[in-house]
């Protein structure tokens, strides 16, 4: 037997999608063309269709009622939104003013660009749209898909799914997939051939691609290359209906939203299932990430539409970890107990996003009462940054709070919003707040600032809210407890849910950092410098030469130079000390100047300082008016504040140091006095910087520092 994608890698994602929730193995449920027509919208038209599994069937491409050109079965759509929306089973006619408006929202592809165009499709999707078929011309909302009974809607799939259109269109390069108008000429047609679809009432929601599990060189990247290169760019009104998409080879499957880059692409684990690397993982993960109630929960709750940096919309979706820890969160607050609990989760893996899907899903729940979601944070920039994303998000009845008066005003008139704030601002809390049971507070960075004053008196102010800490470095200390302040006894491990480290860079959710510690090698001209520093503190006593060259020059100056260090490639190394006795020493007179010039002028000022206060205090006058001198300040470094003593008195050591300062000053160019070194032929702007005459880099390998291993 030969074996091919079709009947290894392909058929196994069908077995998996059929026999969820039927316990009928690997047996695919058919349903052909006939039946299906005579059946009307839901599990097959049979009595207590609420209480049925809900389970994808089986129907062949060919046998669909729909033609190659087509993106929707209108067939099924028409038939859904009679069975779903009374108002339209009233008039069937109305049906197809939907299907009309579903259209445009295809053709518009061409001109507001892929994304855009799935955008507006979701949001019929989502129930979101509105037409005018009340009473009296009222507007009441369209339902295509039924969200709370799975089991209410065609759940099909099919493979070999068939698209073709004339004058198709040419990819486009951009991200976000606008300007895709162009067509490839008149009566040029193109055909794509789709692995895997999975179809809600018509609908094709989900785009699966599977490739060979016997060649090794072939990956799931070659499917979602496919996918992401071919398919959206040359075919995107396939795509305007598309939650996501995924593509395996049999060992591995990752899955990812419309215009996404690859490399974010990411696995679908559970808890029971954490393994991949054969067709048998792969068949686990089929029946986890397949489920009707899971793509449509996807659909409905963890799906976002986004502004990045560069003001491009863009599609987010979520990462299994934010999915499951998001319904674990929604679990507790509608059962009501236990009333918190410690997400571990490592820095980088997403707990931001994980905020804002849970904090949607929390206020659009029916059975909570349109709670009160507050999300805590203990920086202002964390704050800024929370706020960012929810707002590029275009997260609806978001308030970021400003102040403490504020706060306790929103939270005592019973306001039903998401709430963005500071731990701070519950500094001055006194008593309680607001008793509501349906308070849900998310605290981020739950290791800091939770178990002394502020964490009591925000506790206190809230004595009845959920509260779920996310953390990256949880603490068990007898001091500072995370798992104390936020760990559920329910929790046998302490936390309601944990992602870790090793998790993350499995995932590549967090990408690691490679340090390399480059062995920084100098050569130090000592005689050169020497020579130079006794010619210029020539008439000055052993005592003021020993103090400036403490001020004047330190090799942790030299080595830590800022433009020593971003000049450390081949050119720079080139422009290195210049041979020969008198020019290596006018070299480093040119650096060694401007740092004594320094020196001295700091150290004038000091002693002006000084004799000054001196001069005060002679000019006060004697007798019992005057009061007693306090003892004498002690300086940063233990010394006296006042003017050190030196041979031959103060006055004759200020004498010498302004006849030394004045004879720098006529040896070089005014101005600043960072640029007192500029005489003389200099080298090029890309070279070192003048300091860097003093050394000479030995190590090449030096140049590579930091990176990251992408």
């Known amino acids: 037997m030969h074996f091919t994608e079709s009947n290894t890698v392909e058929q196994m994602i069908l077995d998996a999608a059929t026999s969820l929730g039927s316990g009928a193995g690997s047996s695919v449920v058919r349903e052909d063309s006939a039946s299906a027509a005579s059946h009307p919208a839901g599990w ?62 295809l053709l518009s592809v061409q001109g507001d660009g892929l ?27 369209v339902r295509l898909i039924d969200f709370n009974s799975p089991s209410n809607n065609r759940l099909t799939v099919t493979n070999q799914w068939v698209y073709s259109r004339t004058g198709a269109l040419t990819p486009d390069p951009s991200p976000t997939g606008r300007g895709v108008a162009e067509s490839r000429g008149e009566g040029q047609s193109v055909a794509k051939r789709f692995d895997v679809v999975f179809l809600v009432n018509g609908l094709p929601l989900v785009i699966g691609e599977a490739k060979t599990l016997t060649r090794s060189a072939v990956t799931w990247f070659d499917g979602a290359y496919q996918v992401n290169e071919i398919y959206e760019k040359e075919i995107p009104a396939m795509f305007v209906p598309n939650v996501f998409s995924f593509a395996t080879e049999g060992r591995c499957l990752r899955y990812g939203s419309i215009r996404m880059p690859i490399d974010l692409w990411g696995p679908w684990r559970d808890e029971e299932h954490q393994e991949e690397g054969n067709l048998g993982h792969v068949r686990t993960t089929v029946e986890s990430l397949m489920r009707p109630g899971v793509v449509l929960d996807i ?52 707990k931001s996003l994980l905020m804002v899907f849970a904090a949607q899903k929390l206020r659009m729940h029916p059975r909570l009462g349109n709670p009160t979601v507050l999300i805590v944070v203990d920086r202002i920039d964390l704050d ?25 005003r929103l939270i005592n008139q019973d306001v039903r919003k998401v709430l963005i704030t500071t731990i701070h601002k519950f500094g001055e809390a006194t008593g309680e707040w607001n008793a509501r049971k349906n308070i849900i507070v998310m605290v981020d960075e739950a290791h800091r600032t939770q178990e002394g004053d502020l964490g009591r008196k925000m506790r206190e102010a809230l004595p009845n809210a959920f509260l779920f800490g996310l953390t990256g470095t949880p603490i068990n200390r007898a001091d500072r407890n995370t798992f104390w302040a936020f760990g559920a006894d329910e929790d046998s491990a302490g936390y309601m849910s944990r992602y870790s480290f090793q998790d993350s860079i499995r995932d590549k959710a967090t990408l690691p950092l490679h340090f390399e510690a480059p062995t920084v090698k100098l050569k130090i001209d000592k005689a050169a410098i020497d020579e130079a520093f ?80 001196r001069h005060r205090d002679e000019q006060r006058p004697e007798g019992p008016a005057r009061l007693e001198r306090p003892p004498a300040r002690q300086g940063r470094r233990g010394e006296a504040a006042g003017p050190l003593p030196r041979s031959g008195g103060p006055a004759e050591v200020c004498h010498r140091d302004q006849q030394a300062a004045h004879r720098l000053r006529r040896a070089d160019p005014p101005g600043d006095v960072s640029r007192q070194a500029d005489e003389g032929p200099q080298p090029p702007s890309s070279h070192l910087p003048r300091e860097s005459h003093l050394w000479a880099d030995q190590d090449s390998r030096a140049d590579r520092g930091l990176h990251r291993d992408l």
């Open 534 to 613: 006794k010619q210029i503190t020539d008439d000055m006593s052993e005592q003021d030469r020993d103090d400036l060259a403490k001020r004047a020059a330190k090799m942790a100056v030299l080595v830590k130079n800022p433009e020593r260090v971003r000049g450390r490639g081949g050119a720079h190394r080139a422009a290195l000390p210049v041979q020969g006795g008198a020019e290596r020493l006018q070299g480093a007179g040119r650096v060694l100047r401007p740092r004594v010039l320094r020196a001295l002028q700091d150290r004038d000022g000091r002693d002006h300082r000084s004799r000054g206060k």
């Open 299 to 350: 659909l409905q709750n963890f799906t976002l539409f986004a502004t990045d940096k560069k003001h491009r919309r863009i599609k987010v979706i979520c990462r299994y970890q934010q999915y499951e820890t998001t319904n674990k969160m929604v679990a507790r607050v509608v059962a009501g107990y236990p009333k918190k609990g410690l997400i571990w989760h490592f820095q980088g893996s997403g």
């Open 384 to 408: 800024t940054q929370i706020s960012a994303t929810f707002n590029a998000a275009d997260v609806p009845n978001m308030v970021g709070v400003g102040d403490r008066q504020e706060l306790q």
């Open 44 to 105: 097959g038209g049979s009595l207590g269709a609420e209480f049925a599994p809900s389970r994808w069937t089986y129907m062949a491409a060919t046998a669909l009622p729909r033609q190659p050109g087509e993106v929707m079965v209108e067939p099924w759509v028409r038939e859904a939104l009679i069975f779903l929306n009374p108002e339209i089973a009233e008039q069937p006619d109305r049906a197809d003013e939907v299907i009309y408006a579903l259209r445009a929202i």
């Open 115 to 141: 994304v855009r165009a799935n955008e507006n499709f979701m949001a019929w999707l989502r129930g979101e749209k509105t037409m005018p078929f009340g009473p009296n011309g009222e507007h009441t909302p």
